[in-house]
């Protein structure tokens, strides 16, 4: 059974790196066809897909975020991670990682953790 | 980018009844179109994939149809465990967008 565990710290400071890695369990991420992505949704707010990476290391961020966004993939941890620049308050969300084919859903999803960004 | 619009985006309903929740892609996408179901507190789950197709798993109480720009998600039968919020998301570029969601409440 497919799974995805974020983890992270909880609170971030405006201006500093919320930094969070995606655990995953049952399936490799070096899977061929599949890529790694993070979504978040701020406080009873909709969904933004903030990027995917394909385990190679070749990614994608979305335009809106990708001067402060990082995404790298550790294929001995089976892990990968965000690093999100310079967060303001508008950056507190909870941010899930999922997978997905590159003409595909979001088909597995972590739970979801709560950054929050406040001094 | 992509604009999804959803609409309603609120709709109040009884067991029972049949709802419709409509999304609209600001360019097309062909069938490259997945609803989600979120509920309190969860992540969303995928319900209908490439437009029209049933997740494994998903009652047949959930439908979808639609291609290009105009798509549906039709609840036929609403159950209490229905009530949620429904997104629609297009994969067919990057970045991939979702419609702001539409709330499922008891009337």
Same mark, same amino acid.
């Given at each position: 059974?497919?799974?995805?565990?974020?983890?992270?710290?909880?609170?971030?400071?405006?201006?500093?790196?919320?930094?969070?890695?995606?655990?995953?369990?049952?399936?490799?991420?070096?899977?061929?066809?599949?890529?790694?992505?993070?979504?978040?949704?701020?406080?009873?707010?909709?969904?933004?897909?903030?990027?995917?990476?394909?385990?190679?290391?070749? *990614?994608?961020?979305?335009? !809106? %975020? $990708?001067?402060?966004?990082?995404?790298?993939? @550790? +294929? *001995?941890?089976?892990?990968? !991670? %965000? $690093?999100?620049?310079?967060?303001?308050?508008? @950056? +507190?969300?909870?941010?899930?990682?999922?997978?997905?084919?590159?003409?595909?859903?979001?088909?597995?999803?972590?739970?979801?953790?709560?950054?929050?960004?406040?001094? | 980018?992509?604009?999804?619009?959803?609409?309603?985006?609120?709709?109040?309903?009884?067991?029972?009844?049949?709802?419709?929740?409509?999304?609209?892609?600001?360019?097309?996408?062909?069938?490259?179109?997945?609803?989600?179901?979120?509920?309190?507190?969860?992540?969303?789950?995928?319900?209908?994939?490439?437009?029209?197709?049933?997740?494994?798993?998903?009652?047949?109480?959930?439908?979808?149809?639609?291609?290009?720009?105009?798509?549906?998600?039709?609840?036929?039968?609403?159950?209490?465990?229905?009530?949620?919020?429904?997104?629609?998301?297009?994969?067919?570029?990057?970045?991939?967008?979702?419609?702001?969601?539409?709330?499922?409440?008891?009337?």
């Amino acid at each position: 059974q497919q799974q995805l565990q974020e983890s992270g710290p909880g609170l971030v400071k405006p201006s500093e790196t919320l930094s969070l890695t995606c655990t995953a369990s049952g399936v490799s991420i070096t899977t061929s066809n599949y890529y790694w992505a993070w979504i978040r949704q701020p406080p009873g707010k909709g969904l933004e897909w903030i990027g995917s990476i394909f385990y190679s290391g070749n *990614s994608y961020y979305n335009p !809106s %975020l $990708k001067n402060r966004v990082t995404m790298s993939v @550790d +294929t *001995s941890k089976n892990q990968f !991670s %965000l $690093k999100m620049h310079s967060v303001t308050a508008a @950056d +507190t969300a909870v941010f899930y990682c999922a997978s997905h084919l590159w003409f595909g859903e979001f088909d597995y999803w972590g739970p979801g953790a709560l950054v929050t960004v406040s001094s | 980018d992509i604009q999804m619009t959803q609409s309603p985006s609120s709709v109040s309903a009884f067991v029972g009844d049949r709802v419709t929740i409509t999304c609209r892609a600001s360019q097309g996408i062909g069938h490259y179109l997945v609803w989600y179901q979120q509920k309190p507190g969860k992540a969303p789950k995928s319900l209908i994939f490439g437009a029209s197709s049933l997740q494994s798993g998903v009652p047949s109480r959930f439908s979808g149809s639609g291609s290009g720009t105009d798509f549906t998600l039709t609840i036929s039968s609403l159950q209490p465990e229905d009530f949620a919020i429904y997104y629609c998301q297009q994969y067919q570029s990057y970045p991939r967008t979702f419609g702001q969601g539409t709330k499922v409440e008891m009337k």
